[in-house]
Structures are given as structure tokens and as C-alpha cells.
């Protein structure tokens, strides 16, 4: 029978992804077949599979962990914002619609039977599903028809071990307030705690940890250490943004309401020559940057209004009056055409918006949504490429034909007649190191040697032996085993 474990959190960001990423990696490494699993997630950030679907780029790095392809069963139900009160509903890796938060609470309790669906279909699969909750299991006001957390766990009858985030402060009553407010029944699941991102010496906290223990009569796990290295790794969560590099060549990512896919950024980051700045909104671009990157986007039309509220558009077309270069991804890539057709009222109400005028194209929004795993050429020197796309909208006009991107004969790029601006449907490319040279060295850079796809696979690595060294593993294996 295979064996599974929850890890759930006393809120967001304590860190569940990367304990599941590292676990995954160390179990992998003990020879048992491992399976990521997350069955509500809500996040920009998301990667193509190889069955056509999208799911959180966390589930995809948790896949990567356990050395197996991401699959859209990883992940079945994933939740993008595209405005603060409304998210498009991905199921099994397809659009199912687009819902008000209000409404969701009323489709949650039909999407159960799909998730279980996933869970057990990867359950046939591997030796150890590990589970990863959603924001906390403490918002009891979400408990009715709950598919991320607890809901999940009685439902699918897997124990959870709950971690508390040491770094933001109040870590005891992180633990032994969700004790407190959850009802016995959903307390019984819970069958041991850990405590994540300590600094500093962890014999400091062990009256803290004993408290904890004492008051909530859960299994005491470990103390993880803040584990340096975890900035090298994908990020999923906007919350985990941040500029990175300290070399003279600037990059200026303008910080969008709704980016999305901004792991596109890590590979520069890990360039010693480039500095890449994330700008936050109400910060003009700086006249000293040398290329200006516009990343993905949740909603193309929105963002390009809230990048005009910010008065970027006009230092955008100041930087390029002075010859400085722009990249657009994706719907920053939209952006930067004439205009911006949503006939069907796609993301907003049917009309036509005009986009910087940066690039001779035109994009027409349709329903239809292109998502597919991308192996193709760019530049004159057919470099490789690998990346994916995942888009709705159609762009076209006579820069696509200067594009420097190619699948075959169809142009997946467009560059205006100068060079200097130029926008692309795929994401990843960045991760390739071939063409992450040949950009680079456009610009007169030395691209770094190291392979940024095994820098990632060693920061799995190091991860997992961190835990290793700091969770008590086989205990965590007699709770997946011992079962609720």
C-alpha cells in the first residue's frame, strides 16, 4: 500500500514547497519512488507538463526532486489571479473557468472528486506521495468544503505533520494556536510539528520546542536551520520576489500587479555580470539600465494599465529613444505591440487597447489557450533552445518576420529594425545555457561556465541533505506508514 504524508502550514510562506521539494529528493535518494503532490494551489508561477497542462511551478520543481517528469495530476486544481476579488480555475490542467472568490466556495466541494481522482492515480504510481497544504489549516472560516488542507487529509485519510515559521516571529503560538482553534477531529490528524528557518544556535529553543510539544501533544519533528542556499531555487510565491546580482550590465524588471512565470529572471541572477533590479510599483525605471525586461503576464490588459499608472510606459520609451534595449515575455511581449484586440471580453470588456507601440505587431485574445513544451532555434547560428509556452492570444505583424526565435518555420519571436526591441511567446529560455551565452554575449558579457540546470539539481541536493541532518526523516516514514 503506498504510504503518504501532508506537510501543512501554520500559514503561507513557512516554507512547505521547499520541505517537500528536499524530502522528496532525500526519500528519492533512499531508493523509494516519490510523488509531489498539491491539491488546491493558487499561484502565477506555473509550468507546462508534458500531458498539455499547467500546474504550480512548485509541484514542477518537486517533480524535478524526484527525478520524474511533472505530470498535471501533480497539481490538479490551480488557482490564477487575475484581479483581486476573481481567479481563472485550472482543473487537471485545463481551464474550467473564471470565478469570483466569492463564488469558489460554491465549486470547491464539486472539484473534491478530481483531486482524488489525481491522488490516486499518482498513488498507483509511487511508493510515497508527499502532500503539500495551502496557506494554514487554522482558517477555520474555510474549513466547509476545504480541498487544500484538512479537507483534503480526512478525505484522502493522510496524517499531516504541521510547520511553523520561526524567521517571522511567534512560532508557539503559530503551533499551539492552530491546536487551539482547530476541533478535535481535525486535530487528530496532525500528527507531529517541525519548526522551519531558525537562525542562529537551535539550543536556544528548546524550551520553546518542549512548550510546543506539552501543549499540543504532537510529535516533535526538529528544528530546520535556515537553509542559505534556497534563493537558487525557483520561486512560486510573488511574496518570494527579489532582485539579484551585483554586476555593472542592469537589468530593469519592471514588478507587474499580476506577473506571472517571473522565474524566467533566476538564470540572470546567478550571472556574475549582471545586476537584476525587481522594481517595485512607484519606482521609476532608472535612466542608467541597460535592458529592460517585461515578464508574463495574468492579465495582459491590466497590467499594462498599471504599468501606465506608474508612469513606466513613458520611461520605457525614453529608454528606448536613447537606444537602450527591451525584452518582452509572453504578455510583456504583447505589451509591446500596437494594440491588443479582446473581441470577447476575455479580460475585461470586449474592446481594443493600445499597447507601448514598441513592436509593428498586433494581438488578438482568443478563448483558446496555447500550452505546449517548446524545442526549437534562435539567432543566426541556430543556438538550441527549450521552453514552453503558455498564453491565450494570437500576435502578429511584419516584426515577427525579424524574429530571432524559430520552431521549424514558425516565428515564435518579434524584433522591431534596429535590434533593439524584441518580445517572445516562450518562457525558459533563460534556463538553457547555450542561449543564455549567446544573449548574453550581444551585449559584449561573459556568460558564466556554470550550468544553471545543475546548479538547481545541487541545490536539490544540499537541501535535501539539510534535512537529512535536521528532521527526523525515519519518523516522518513510521507517520506516513502508521497512517491516521
Excluded at 488546491?40 to 518537486?62: C, F, P, W, Y
Excluded at 466556495?105 to 464539486?110: C, E, R, Y
Excluded at 524545442?375 to 492570444?393: L, M, N
Aim: with cysteine; glycine share 12%; charged share 20%.
Amino acid at each position: 500500500m503506498t504510504m503518504s504524508i501532508m506537510i501543512q502550514g501554520t500559514g503561507s510562506n513557512v516554507g512547505k514547497s521547499m520541505l517537500v521539494a528536499g524530502l522528496a529528493r532525500a526519500l528519492h535518494k533512499r531508493g523509494l519512488s516519490v510523488a509531489p503532490f498539491k491539491p488546491q494551489n493558487m499561484s502565477n508561477n506555473a509550468a507546462v507538463t508534458s500531458d498539455g497542462g499547467e500546474i504550480g511551478r512548485a509541484q514542477a520543481l518537486q517533480a524535478l526532486a524526484c527525478h520524474i517528469p511533472p505530470h498535471t495530476d501533480m497539481n490538479p486544481v490551480l488557482l490564477k489571479p487575475e484581479t483581486s476579488t476573481g481567479s481563472q480555475v485550472i482543473v487537471q490542467g485545463q481551464r474550467l473557468a473564471t470565478v469570483k472568490a466569492a463564488d469558489y466556495a460554491a465549486l470547491k466541494p464539486k472539484l473534491l472528486p478530481r483531486v482524488l481522482e489525481s491522488y490516486n492515480r499518482l498513488a498507483q504510481s509511487a511508493d510515497i506521495v508527499l502532500v503539500e497544504g495551502a496557506g494554514s489549516p487554522a482558517e477555520i472560516n474555510l474549513r466547509k468544503g476545504d480541498i487544500a488542507n484538512i479537507g483534503f487529509a480526512e478525505a484522502a485519510r493522510v496524517p499531516i505533520i504541521l510547520a511553523g515559521d520561526i524567521d517571522r516571529g511567534g512560532v508557539i503560538a503559530q503551533l499551539v494556536g492552530t491546536h487551539a482553534v482547530l476541533p478535535k477531529t481535525d486535530r487528530d490528524l496532525i500528527k507531529g510539528f517541525l519548526v522551519n528557518k531558525f537562525r542562529g544556535d537551535p539550543r536556544l529553543f528548546e524550551g520553546g520546542y518542549e512548550t510546543i510539544k506539552n501543549r499540543t501533544h504532537w510529535r516533535g519533528l526538529g528544528v530546520i536551520p535556515w537553509f542559505a542556499p534556497a534563493h537558487l531555487l525557483p520561486a512560486e510565491d510573488s511574496a518570494d520576489i527579489k532582485s539579484g546580482g551585483t554586476g555593472a550590465f542592469k537589468i530593469v524588471v519592471p514588478q507587474l500587479a499580476r506577473i506571472a512565470n517571473f522565474d524566467d529572471l533566476d538564470p540572470l541572477k546567478t550571472e556574475t555580470e549582471l545586476e537584476v533590479v525587481m522594481l517595485p510599483p512607484g519606482t521609476p525605471i532608472p535612466g542608467d539600465a541597460d535592458l529592460i525586461i517585461l515578464p508574463g503576464s495574468k492579465s495582459t490588459t491590466g497590467d499594462l494599465a498599471f504599468m501606465r499608472e506608474q508612469g513606466w510606459d513613458i520611461d520605457i520609451a525614453a529608454h528606448v529613444r536613447r537606444g537602450g534595449h527591451v525584452l518582452g515575455i509572453c504578455g510583456g511581449y504583447q505589451m509591446l505591440g500596437k494594440t491588443i484586440c479582446d473581441p470577447g471580453g476575455i479580460e475585461g470588456p470586449p474592446g481594443t487597447v493600445a499597447g507601448l507601440g514598441l513592436l509593428d505587431v498586433t494581438t488578438t485574445m482568443t478563448p483558446q489557450k496555447t500550452l505546449t513544451q517548446v524545442t526549437g532555434t534562435a539567432f543566426e547560428d541556430q543556438t538550441p533552445v527549450k521552453g514552453y509556452e503558455i498564453h491565450i492570444g494570437t500576435t502578429t505583424g511584419p516584426d515577427c518576420q525579424n524574429g530571432w526565435l524559430h520552431v521549424g518555420a514558425q516565428p515564435l519571436s518579434a524584433q522591431n529594425a534596429r535590434g533593439t526591441v524584441s518580445g517572445t511567446y516562450v518562457h525558459g529560455l533563460f534556463s538553457g545555457d547555450a542561449f543564455r551565452a549567446k544573449f548574453l554575449r550581444q551585449f559584449g558579457l561573459a556568460p558564466a561556465s556554470r550550468s544553471y540546470d545543475a546548479t538547481v539539481d545541487e541545490t536539490l541536493d544540499a537541501l535535501s541533505q539539510h534535512l537529512e541532518d535536521h528532521l527526523d526523516i525515519d519518523d516522518v516514514l513510521k507517520i506516513a506508514k502508521t497512517g491516521v
